[in-house]
């Protein structure tokens, strides 16, 4: 393999995505393929420190705009410091969240606007997408729900947002699909763990099956 392949997944609070990331990595790690594994905020470093500055329970004031640069930074260092070296060097890059979540959390759900966030990312990224991202489609009263009986879950300030919020996430990940349909494929997370996974293992054995 001489290029690496970029895979994100996406979708609301309790979707379900450390779980089923979990199996996807061990399953293409089995095939004897270098997988690198990785989130956002987060990451490396620098960028682990700015997700502890966003995701602060007491940040209760953060502005949004705030919020959303801060995103873009962390996004930023994140790429060029793990992404794009893993890529070059034939890896498959597994990233929990990227430009999406933006769009549709600070974008649309914190009313920014699409096109404003947009353009704050498209200076971080340079142009570097996801070949494939899986968007993990959950109920928000199921994703909540599922964090609360999770006593495991570290609870971030995202989550204490009201259910409106999490409705308004939902909705802006529609739009983002319809900005990028041929990138994002939509996974069912309403469904039991084992059936998500499945499914998301067929897209991207569907993707990167010539390599596997």
């Known amino acids: 393999m001489s290029k690496g392949f970029f895979v994100t997944v996406e979708g609301g609070e309790g979707a379900g995505k450390t779980t089923v990331l979990d199996r996807i990595e061990a399953e293409l790690v089995s095939k004897g393929l270098d997988v690198i594994r990785t989130r956002e905020p987060g990451g490396i470093r620098i960028s682990e ?71 704050i990312n498209e200076f971080a990224i340079e142009g570097y997408l996801p070949d494939l991202t899986l968007f993990f489609d959950v109920d928000p009263q199921i994703g909540l729900s599922r964090i609360q009986s999770d006593e495991d879950r570290e609870v971030n300030r995202l989550d204490q947002e009201k259910m409106e919020f999490h409705e308004r996430v939902r909705e802006g990940y529609q739009k983002v699909i319809e900005v990028y349909p041929e990138r994002i494929k939509v996974i069912n997370a309403n469904q039991d763990v084992e059936t998500v996974y499945k499914e998301a293992m067929n897209e991207i054995n569907h993707f990167v099956g010539r390599i596997l």
Do not use: W
């Not at 890529?87 to 009313?111: E, N, P, T």
């Open 49 to 119: 420190q700015i997700r502890t500055v966003i995701l602060d329970v007491t940040h209760t004031e953060m502005d949004s705009r705030t919020e959303a640069l801060l995103y873009a930074a962390a996004r930023r260092q994140h790429l060029v410091e793990k992404v794009i070296p893993a890529l070059k060097q034939g890896s498959i890059v597994l990233c929990d969240r990227f430009l999406d979540s933006s769009l549709a959390y600070q974008g649309y759900a914190r009313g920014i606007g699409f096109d404003e966030v947009k353009a």
